[in-house]
């Protein structure tokens, strides 16, 4: 059972340009967030998510940030016209059931994003 | 404000000793709190979850506690081992579980 899987695990991209990080959950998990890891600082909720279904984004920027998690495929996590402040490690979690139901979550190694 | 602050912020102990992290929390209201540890580099791995009802909770070296009258909770490594050396992040949740705060972790160095 292959852990949750997040790719690309480094993304560099120019200002301006549009950074998709995808996330793979656990085989049976249905439940995924997002974190965000600014260098030398402490993960920050970003979103939950739900198979076609956005339960809590009160972590996410207003603009340029969104998320999916379709029925079919990995979750998207995507950055429109990136801006250096972007720069950090993107982590995804997943679990099998949500939040409320106490579940482990399990992170994915992350996906460290470069704004040049 | 929901908050988890941790401490010390760093951390250096030898091989073999035993070391004690420690977490206070101001969310509310207060669902579960959590231990994870994470290598440099690597995400986060869930140590411990503890509800409002429980007050200690155990994974082989690592012993978690909870205080949920003054918010507090700590970590106990038992007979450190070099590859303890890691981030340990305290992370609360409030809201029935909805939403997760984070605190800035603690950065154990565990030399030989």
């Known amino acids: 059972n292959a852990g949750v899987m997040q790719n690309p695990r480094h993304l560099v991209r120019r200002r301006g340009q549009e950074a998709r990080l995808r996330c793979s959950p656990m085989k049976g998990h249905s439940h995924v967030y997002w974190y965000r890891q600014l260098p030398e600082e402490g993960l920050k909720f970003m979103v939950y998510l739900q198979k076609e279904n956005i339960i809590d984004e009160s972590g996410m920027p207003k603009e340029r940030f969104s998320a999916e998690f379709p029925k079919e495929g990995p979750s998207i996590l995507r950055i429109q016209q990136v801006v250096r402040g972007d720069s950090a490690a993107y982590f995804c979690?997943?679990?099998?059931?949500?939040?409320?139901?106490?579940?482990?979550?399990?992170f994915g190694a992350g996906t460290r994003l470069s704004v040049l | 404000k929901n908050q988890v602050e941790q401490s010390p912020q760093s951390l250096i102990i030898l091989e073999g000793k035993n070391c004690t992290l420690q977490?206070?929390?101001?969310?509310?209201?207060?669902?579960?709190l959590r231990w994870y540890k994470q290598d440099t580099g690597r995400g986060p791995v869930s140590l411990t979850i503890m509800t409002f009802s429980e007050n200690t909770k155990s994974n082989g070296r690592y012993t978690a506690t909870l205080d949920a009258d003054t918010k507090q909770s700590s970590l106990h490594i038992t007979a450190s081992q070099l590859s303890d050396s890691a981030s340990y992040i305290c992370?609360?949740?409030?809201?029935?579980?909805?939403?997760?705060?984070f605190g800035p972790g603690t950065r154990l160095s565990v030399l030989p």
């Open positions: 979690a997943s679990s099998p059931r949500g939040q409320g139901e106490v579940a482990i979550q399990y």
């Open positions: 992370v609360v949740s409030a809201n029935g579980g909805q939403n997760f705060v």
């Open positions: 977490c206070n929390y101001t969310v509310s209201p207060f669902s579960n």
